[in-house]
């Protein structure tokens, strides 16, 4: 099927202005609470899960719903892709049923793109392996917008395993066309090769990165992504990258502390840190409704 429509499969395609008109729609329903609207009356929207999620799929559940669309979930343990169903066939049997998105997390790089050509419903990347996590990464931005009122200008501190993460690199992506600046910290194990290319500044040492930093986002171990290897231990790990009370005060004093969860507490964030007064941690879940409601009103309401 070649006709062109829109899809989200990640922050790399969209332009500044793109970006910024969710932001605003984002923001505007965030003022309203997320109340309740007709937009998607009568529409279907699929959930399929093909990985772990508790956020973002109830997150696209409650948007949807908010949005008055009929929403099925389908997960990965209870589809046919159990009994040796590809994925394409899995999303083209759900397509025939006319829903007008599809919101897909897959473990494979690349799986929404393929999805995208394949079936007539818009796809909403919810997170495809190392490669992407759109709607992750608008909702980090909105809530920082939120917080400093710009993006350009924020100086964006992100600490941990950036290699293995796709809200880094969607992140990287979006706060780059936004004028912000992005520093990344880690073991150089979990730092991609030429991750500079992409825009950002490297650190192999936490406090260095954080000395000015506007925003620290903290990254989970990827350790469903890893073959073992990348750091000696989680001990290790988070003496030398654990984000603390002590490494972060190097940042300002006004800082905010962002994670896009699952947090394991006590390995890459202390839980005085996660739960202390920087940490808007649960204002990004809450503001992540916004953002979906926004995404999935644009492009399929
Ligand atoms: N929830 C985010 C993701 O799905 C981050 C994480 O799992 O660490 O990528």
């Given at each position: 099927m070649n006709r062109p429509k829109q899809d989200l499969l990640g922050i790399e395609p969209l332009t500044k202005a793109e970006i910024i008109a969710i932001l605003d729609r984002a923001d505007a329903l965030y003022a309203t609470d997320n109340a309740k609207s007709d937009a998607m009356a009568g529409k279907t929207v699929i959930n399929l899960f093909m990985e772990p999620s508790t956020r973002t799929r109830t997150s696209f559940e409650i948007a949807a719903k908010r949005?008055?669309?009929?929403?099925?979930?389908?997960?990965?343990?209870?589809s046919s892709s159990k009994k040796g169903e590809t994925l394409l066939d899995t999303a083209k049997n759900l397509d025939a049923m006319k829903p007008s998105a599809i919101v897909l997390r897959h473990a494979s790089a690349g799986a929404p793109q393929m999805l995208s050509s394949a079936v007539r419903a818009r796809v909403i990347n919810a997170g495809d392996g190392s490669h992407e996590h759109p709607t992750q990464a608008l909702l980090d931005c909105g809530t920082m917008r939120r917080h400093a009122g710009k993006i350009e200008g924020l100086v964006v501190t992100i600490v941990?395993?950036?290699m293995h993460s796709r809200v880094a690199r969607s992140n990287l992506f979006a706060l780059s066309k936004l004028g912000a600046t992005v520093r990344v910290a880690g073991p150089r194990s979990l730092l991609p090769p030429g991750i500079e290319a992409l825009g950002a500044e490297v650190f192999d040492r936490v406090e260095p990165a954080m000395e000015g930093a506007d925003v620290v986002m903290v990254l989970r171990l990827q350790q469903e992504r890893m073959n073992g290897g990348y750091v000696p231990s989680l001990r290790d790990y988070s003496r030398f990258f654990g984000i603390n009370a002590r490494n972060v005060r190097a940042a300002k004093h006004d800082a905010i502390v962002m994670h896009p969860g699952p947090i394991n507490r006590g390995?890459?964030?202390?839980?005085?840190?996660?739960?202390?007064?920087?940490?808007?941690?649960?204002?990004?879940?809450?503001?992540?409704?916004?953002?979906?409601?926004?995404v999935l009103e644009m492009l399929a309401g």
């Open positions: 949005l008055s669309a009929d929403v099925v979930n389908v997960s990965e343990s209870f941990g395993d950036v390995v890459e964030l202390s839980s005085d840190v996660a739960d202390g007064a920087r940490s808007v941690i649960l204002e990004q879940v809450a503001y992540g409704v916004s953002v979906r409601m926004a």
